[in-house]
């Protein structure tokens, strides 16, 4: 909702008229043009696909079954015996269960091979929340976190807008397939520098949002060493490590270090969440993991401002407890959105469009640098006008993600049915050879 | 490794006073009437158990509710997605209404003007984040909840200034008060952008006086800031006077729609009324269109989780519900104050009269030492460790008088509250008998005497005007 102000009304603090909540950016607007006309298969088959939205649902159908055949998951069981106890649950610690639930979960998305102590993970309402709070905690006002681009468009507004701490960018290409390197992150250190802000940390998402793919070991190992060097923090964002097309491929930083013999893990946090994985992003549950003693007491405290709702924390004890329910999700969820990103992929390489190989997340990163005018921000921003009002498309353009190479766009494939997505790669089709024909 | 942020190594959290470490020595001892009958009995928590069994009876008549079910068709995808931070629009109306019917219906209120956070720690930072910054300050009357100097300045860096209230007029707010603060905040530098009051008042259990809320409106009118109003306890106020609420006033003194309109803000939750303080639910109502808007994308930090927006709308929306639940409710808070009091009394204690809340204010002047916080909390320890009641004492409320201490009454069987009080008057008698000037002892217990047998009838006669309502 659009307000205009002439000047600050009076009164009120410099944080709620900034516009540091980044909701005046293209993101946001792609998201208005959805909204006022969406498309609906049988109601409105002309209307804009959503494909802004990386949430999953492909997997629903197996998180309903596990409903219908515990209800006392949902239902405090026959009498509510449970209810009042959990009604008045406010502890800041969160239920036990539930971080026994999520510890067990996080070490089954990475096959075992890392292990997680229920004692160190703090429970936040999103990992919207986590990520923000992590900020208040790693850094003062006006300190710097440096983030690798593309990065997700919400960091402007998690890690910035109340916490007053600024994003520097690492500057990735296509020339490696924006994978990050030791020069790239110097070189944001530098810059910071130059600007006098004090760098207090490096945050990375892995697997990566846009670029749907997984950090390789060898880069892990490059940001790790350098934030040991520099002595700074880690926030390792692994939101999507469930989301990945094969097990084997992606790479914690809890592996990592690991390895080590978790030397020097004080400085490394990581975020999870199940808004991805799980395809629950309304049930608001965000977790912060941390190597760091004083980070989870003061992460814990300061959790009382994001609590999960207790109710919900007792759903989800019941449902990731199940052994057999979590490893047939896992598997199973991966096995669709592999099926999914396939889809995609052939489809659009049929239409000539090719994407960064990706093997991870919700969504596929596209190249359309060719189409563009000139290899300008002005003509991805007119190419991506085209998309949305003519071929009536909902995608994020990569300047919202801050992506220094003009031409490439993030587009989700799991948030709409298989016909849906064979709808929107037919309009693609169309548009790729309209511009032929024109050429 | 890098240091952390100067907020992660202060001590603005605040869970170094006595308000966490009373909980701290609970959790080592805790009371239980089977396993540990000699156990701390916690009287430091402002919870509502005296009413699950009507929620409990509800959900087992509305399945559907739990069930993420809507009229038997499963809604549990929509609601797994719903992550829209203007809330599920059900919700925000049946809690509106709820607001309303809980203020007799006296006023209105638009779902649209509301925002939906996690639990009113929630919004009360929110709404700090929104209208101040680092070098302003809140005005709070003492005394006030301990867990203000967490949540009201700890990550956004604004200064509570204190308005002092003090016993000699039943701790309420005076003009001067409020004077005194706002120049002591300009003393020290700090901008002063609003007052916070809680009404119903916890620590002191009491509503405000219209007399109180037209001053306060005076006062923010005159000096143009703001005013927050954590109405929290509202739904708990069992005895007259009726609950005024800050909106009635502003409509009564045909205030709608003007400025000092835009410059109140509520905060509500259904921790206290409802007794559900595990599933977060809390809200800010401003009638400024720039702050709902700053505090529904900041919401963003701490939505309700839509699980629990779809059980409460249910809930909520069941008028026949709302009016069964908040008669009740009030009839048990009731009936539970006037037992904690009646217990004081045998144990020649007195407390401030109140008609509000989940606590009373009680006295405990005459039990000190001295007239210290040093004696205070002297008291408080033998309390804590020789009677074994966790009880809060004034110093963390920020009481500018020693003595007083708060005590809840609704977290607890009725057993256990008369095992408390057996255990006070016991405490009591042994001062009583230990003490060197015995006869100072019976001449103060005489004017609690007198002072009670005044509290009586006034009690009394209080009592029959609720049966009336």
């Not at chain 1, 047939?328 to 390489?349: A, Q, V």
């Not at chain 1, 919202?400 to 948030?415: D, L």
């Not at chain 2, 920020?398 to 708060?406: V, Y």
Request: charged share 25%; hydrophobic share 35%; with cysteine.
């Amino acid at each position: 909702m659009a307000i205009e102000i002439e000047k600050p009304s009076v009164g009120l603090s410099k944080v709620a008229v900034s516009e540091t909540h980044g909701e005046d950016s293209p993101y946001f607007a792609g998201w208005k043009a959805y909204d006022e006309n969406p498309y609906n298969e049988s109601s409105n088959p002309s209307g804009v696909i959503q494909m802004g939205l990386a949430e999953n649902q492909v997997s629903f159908d197996l998180l309903e079954k596990y409903l219908e055949e515990h209800s006392e998951a949902s239902s405090w069981g026959k009498g509510a015996p449970g209810f009042r106890e959990n009604a008045l649950f406010q502890d800041y610690h969160g239920l036990k269960s539930f971080r026994q639930a999520m510890a067990n979960f996080m070490e089954q998305i990475r096959g075992g091979r890392a292990r997680f102590d229920p004692d160190r993970i703090v429970l936040t309402a999103g990992a919207t929340a986590a990520n923000e709070l992590l900020t208040f905690i790693l850094a003062d006002p006006g300190d710097a976190l440096l983030v690798p681009t593309p990065y997700y468009p919400g960091f402007d507004r998690d890690l910035r807008w109340r916490t007053g701490v600024k994003i520097v960018p690492i500057h990735c290409d296509s020339s490696n397939n924006f994978q990050v390197t030791p020069e790239a992150m110097e070189a944001a250190y530098r810059c910071a520098e130059s600007m006098n802000l004090k760098v207090r940390g490096i945050l990375i998402t892995n697997p990566s949002n846009p670029l749907g793919a997984t950090i390789q070991r060898t880069v892990l190992e490059q940001i790790l060493d350098f934030a040991t060097n520099k002595n700074i923090h880690l926030v390792s964002d692994e939101i999507y490590s469930g989301s990945t097309f094969s097990s084997s491929e992606f790479i914690s930083i809890a592996e990592v270090l690991e390895t080590r013999g978790y030397k020097d893990s004080e400085r490394v946090h990581i975020v999870y969440s199940l808004s991805k994985d799980l395809g629950l992003p309304g049930f608001r549950v965000g977790t912060i993991y941390s190597y760091n003693d004083k980070v989870v007491t003061t992460a814990r405290r300061m959790s009382s401002f994001t609590l999960i709702s207790s109710q919900t924390q007792h759903l989800l004890a019941c449902m990731l407890s199940n052994k057999e329910f979590s490893e047939n999700y896992i598997k199973t969820n991966r096995e669709r959105l592999t099926r999914r990103y396939d889809m995609i992929i052939n489809g659009l390489k049929t239409a000539g469009i090719e994407c960064l190989k990706g093997n991870a997340g919700l969504f596929c990163w596209m190249n359309l640098s060719p189409l563009l005018e000139e290899p300008t921000r002005e003509s991805e921003l007119a190419l991506w006008k085209v998309i949305l009002n003519e071929v009536r498309l909902n995608i994020s353009p990569g300047s919202s993600c801050h992506c220094s190479e003009p031409g490439w766009f993030r587009v989700c494939f799991a948030n709409m049915s298989e016909q849906t997505l064979e709808v929107a790669l037919k309009r693609i089709h169309k548009l790729m050879e309209q511009r032929r024909r024109r050429n | 490794m890098g240091l952390l942020s100067r907020k992660a190594t202060c001590n603005s959290h605040g869970q170094d006073s006595s308000y966490f470490l009373g909980w701290q020595e609970y959790e080592k001892n805790p009371y239980d009437e089977v396993k540990n009958h000699r156990g701390i009995i916690q009287m430091g928590l402002a919870e509502n158990q005296l009413s699950f069994d009507l929620l409990e009876s509800w959900l087992a008549k509305n399945p559907d509710a739990a069930g993420f079910k809507r009229d038997g068709q499963s809604i549990f995808k929509e609601l797994a997605l719903f992550q829209d931070y203007h809330g599920l629009p059900a919700f925000k109306k049946a809690l509106v209404d709820f607001m309303a019917e809980i203020r007799g219906n006296k006023v209105t209120f638009d779902p649209n003007r509301i925002v939906l956070t996690a639990g009113a720690t929630s919004a009360n930072e929110t709404l700090m984040f929104c209208l101040a910054e680092q070098g302003d300050a809140f005005l709070l009357p003492t005394p006030y909840y301990p867990g203000f100097d967490r949540d009201l300045k700890w990550r956004t860096g604004v200064e509570i200034v204190p308005i002092e209230c003090s016993s000699s007029n039943r701790f309420q707010i005076t003009a001067s008060a409020l004077e005194e603060a706002y120049e002591q905040a300009q003393r020290k530098n700090l901008r002063v952008k609003g007052v916070l009051v809680t009404n119903p008042s916890n620590p002191l259990g009491t509503t405000m006086t219209r007399d109180e809320l037209d001053l306060l409106v005076n006062f923010i009118t005159d000096k143009e800031i703001h005013l927050i109003s954590d109405e929290i306890y509202s739904g708990t106020v069992f005895s007259s006077p009726a609950y005024v609420s800050i909106v009635e006033v502003l409509k009564d003194r045909n205030l709608e729609n003007t400025q000092v309109w835009e410059r109140v803000h509520i905060v509500y939750s259904l921790s206290k009324d409802l007794g559900l303080p595990g599933f977060r639910v809390g809200a800010i109502y401003s009638n400024d269109p720039i702050v709902v808007a700053a505090a529904t994308k900041m919401s963003s930090f701490g939505l309700v989780s839509s699980q629990t927006q779809y059980l409460l709308s249910a809930m909520l929306s069941d008028k026949k519900f709302t009016k069964e639940y908040i008669a009740k409710n009030q009839k048990r808070l009731r009936k539970r104050q006037s037992k904690l009091v009646a217990g004081l009394e045998k144990a020649g204690i007195g407390c401030l009269e109140s008609n509000a809340g989940l606590f009373c204010w009680v006295d405990m002047r005459h039990l000190l030492s001295s007239d210290t916080f040093e004696a205070e909390m002297e008291l408080w320890k033998r309390i804590v460790y020789d009677v074994k009641l966790n009880i809060s004492p004034g110093s963390s409320c920020h009481c500018s008088e020693p003595g007083w201490f708060r005590v809840c009454f609704a977290n607890m069987s009725e057993d256990t509250l008369t095992l408390a009080m057996q255990r006070l008057k016991s405490f009591v008698g042994s001062i009583a008998s230990n003490d060197r000037s015995h006869q100072e002892m019976k001449n103060s217990r005489r004017k609690l005497r007198s002072k009670w047998v005044f509290r009586l009838s006034f009690q009394s006669f209080h009592d029959r005007e609720q049966d009336e309502r």
